[in-house]
């Protein structure tokens, strides 16, 4: 089979396109971001593909903030290959090929060679309907948290220069009070989402059997997971969805001298790291569970103790995935003997 890569730089409003075929790489055109520029953009590499005689076209896409997915939709319903790459990934594998210069239509070209090389790239497909609501949703309350704590966080400023007062005052009281009503509306909305499906209410009932998930934390982790289920075709191991979200380890070693401090890749979405950790921080607090034994185990081997919160926050991933991959409750006996 001869593949056409295509490689896409999303914006807003447009679409930079470059193609890579037998070791050369060169622009198409640019694009509206839109259905209209969808249909010319399926015109032109149709042809490319057929005076290139392809039969097969696959894009490659960066993610850029939401814009890129009615284009990525557009593609799958074409019956085309579709991926959409780590950026942190591509952007220290583009400086590794020499790429400097940075602008749309060479990232477009660049994007198209980095599919090409890529021997194992994840193909994209769509979440179920239910699932893309529900993740809509819950990027949106991720949206209010931050503009809520954007906003207390001005109000802090203003108290520390004592201008917490007046007009101001009454600007960000009302504006907080919006927003914090708004986001117990989405919450609302999302338990309704769930209560009205249920095979997502089986589902979440059974990831908040697993130590440090609870009720705020459940959903976002059940989107998240059938996603990566997508992405990966049911096959992606516990391993697999730690580096995806990047929660792997990253030893630093050089030789029989260098010994740098370890850390962790921090190459996958940094929301679901974020909730994971604090999943973490509420599960080792209760008592009697497998993630306080593991986590206290960790501690006492002299492990300091951010480290090993961060390792339990990679335990509650571990255990959720599995539960979610195999839809049977938690094994606590099992958990604990593993963790001792």
């Not at 969808?38 to 593909?49: C, E, G, N, S």
């Amino acid at each position: 089979m001869v593949k056409l890569v295509v490689g896409v730089d999303v914006s807003k409003k447009q679409l930079d396109v470059g193609f890579w075929e037998q070791g050369d790489g060169s622009f198409l055109g640019t694009y509206d971001n839109n259905t209209k520029g969808f249909k010319a953009l399926a015109r032109d590499v149709t042809a490319k593909a057929d005076e290139l005689d392809c039969n097969q076209i696959h894009l490659i896409i960066e993610p850029t903030g939401g814009y890129e997915h009615r284009l990525a939709c557009f593609g799958y319903d074409k019956g085309w290959q579709v991926s959409l790459p780590n950026p942190r990934q591509l952007r220290k594998w583009a400086e590794g090929m020499g790429y400097r210069a940075k602008t749309d239509r060479q990232d477009a070209i660049m994007l198209a060679q980095y599919g090409y090389l890529a021997h194992k790239l994840a193909l994209w497909r769509p979440s179920p309907e239910k699932i893309a609501e529900l993740q809509a949703l819950i990027d949106r309350r991720v949206d209010l948290k931050d503009m809520i704590q954007k906003e207390e966080n001005r109000r802090d400023a203003f108290r520390a220069r004592n201008r917490y007062q007046g007009g101001i005052k009454a600007s960000l009281d009302q504006t907080i009070a919006r927003l914090e009503q708004s986001l117990e509306e989405i919450n609302a909305a999302i338990q309704e989402h769930i209560d009205q499906d249920p095979d997502l209410k089986e589902q979440i009932k059974l990831l908040r059997g697993v130590p440090g998930v609870g009720q705020k934390s459940a959903p976002m982790l059940l989107a998240f997971f059938h996603r990566f289920y997508c992405l990966t075709e049911g096959k992606g191991s516990s391993k697999a969805i730690t580096a995806y979200v990047g929660l792997d380890p990253q030893p630093c070693e050089s030789g029989r001298t260098v010994r740098g401090r370890s850390s962790i890749s921090k190459q996958g979405n940094s929301v679901i790291r974020a909730q994971l950790y604090m999943c973490a921080v509420g599960g080792t607090g209760a008592k009697h569970t497998p993630l306080t034994c593991f986590y206290q185990r960790l501690v006492a081997a002299g492990k300091k103790k951010i480290l090993a919160m961060v390792a339990s926050a990679r335990k509650v991933l571990v255990w959720a995935w599995a539960v979610f991959k195999s839809q049977q409750p938690f094994d606590t006996k099992k958990a604990y003997a593993r963790s001792n």
